[in-house]
T-cell receptor, first 113, second 116 residues
Framework: GENVEQHPSTLSVQEGDSAVIKCTYSDSASNYFPWYKQELGKRPQLIIDIRSNVGEKKDQRIAVTLNKTAKHFSLHITETQPEDSAVYFCAASFGFGNEKLTFGTGTRLTIIP | GAVVSQHPSWVICKSGTSVKIECRSLDFQATTMFWYRQFPKQSLMLMATSNEGSKATYEQGVEKDKFLINHASLTLSTLTVTSAHPEDSSFYIC????????????FGPGTRLTVL
């Protein structure tokens, strides 16, 4: 089955700086890659996703890049703010018809004021 | 849109009892729902995939007789933890998909189960 690795496990960033979280996946058939943000004791919330026919996607301060050849994708958060502090999970699935998500191990992001 | 609710948000039960957790899609019809388990400071582990009107598909290592899943309608799936034991204590989260139009999963708020 699919295996998703995520790095780093913890990340501390000064407020206003950028944060980058990286994930690699094992199955080249995966074609849907969402990122979720989870605050303590709360539900995971989808913040951005990308499909395999796209190399990059941006939504305000958040961007995701995908390199299908290398089988890795990254989350970029610019101009970080204290409310960005949370655990971030990447995931991968085969998309329509087999939407089971395999999650990465998570990154605890702390924004230092 | 795409709101998923779970009930209860937390439950404490005695060892040996059964607990039922409900997952509802409030503003869309969910043909597929997923049940996850999350231990403290760990990732989400998929337990089973639930399709409306059919039997759930369990992940390897998940006991289907212990974790009973029923997806009786397009807006409701239930997870029953039977004969619960302290090692079943965890955060259980469901997610729902809105059918063919999307492969995005929307998560419920989770249920914290504590078995004494």
């Amino acid at each position: 089955g699919e295996n998703v690795e995520q790095h780093p496990s913890t990340l501390s960033v000064q407020e206003g700086d950028s944060a980058v979280i990286k994930c690699t996946y094992s199955d080249s058939a995966s074609n849907y890659f969402p990122w979720y943000k989870q605050e303590l004791g709360k539900r995971p919330q989808l913040i951005i996703d990308i499909r395999s026919n796209v190399g990059e996607k941006k939504d305000q301060r958040i961007a995701v890049t995908l390199n299908k050849t290398a089988k890795h994708f990254s989350l970029h958060i610019t101009e970080t703010q204290p409310e960005d502090s949370a655990v971030y999970f990447c995931a991968a699935s085969f998309g329509f018809g087999n939407e089971k998500l395999t999650f990465g191990t998570g990154t605890r992001l702390t924004i230092i004021p | 849109g795409a709101v998923v609710s779970q009930h209860p948000s937390w439950v404490i039960c005695k060892s040996g009892t059964s607990v039922k957790i409900e997952c509802r899609s409030l503003d869309f019809q969910a043909t597929t729902m997923f049940w996850y388990r999350q231990f403290p400071k760990q990732s989400l582990m998929l337990m089973a995939t639930s399709n409306e009107g059919s039997k759930a598909t369990y992940e390897q290592g998940v006991e289907k007789d212990k974790f009973l899943i029923n997806h009786a309608s397009l807006t409701l799936s239930t997870l029953t933890v039977t004969s619960a034991h302290p090692e079943d204590s965890s955060f259980y989260i469901c997610s729902a998909m809105g059918g063919r139009a999307t492969d995005t999963q929307y998560f419920g708020p989770g249920t914290r189960l504590t078995v004494l």
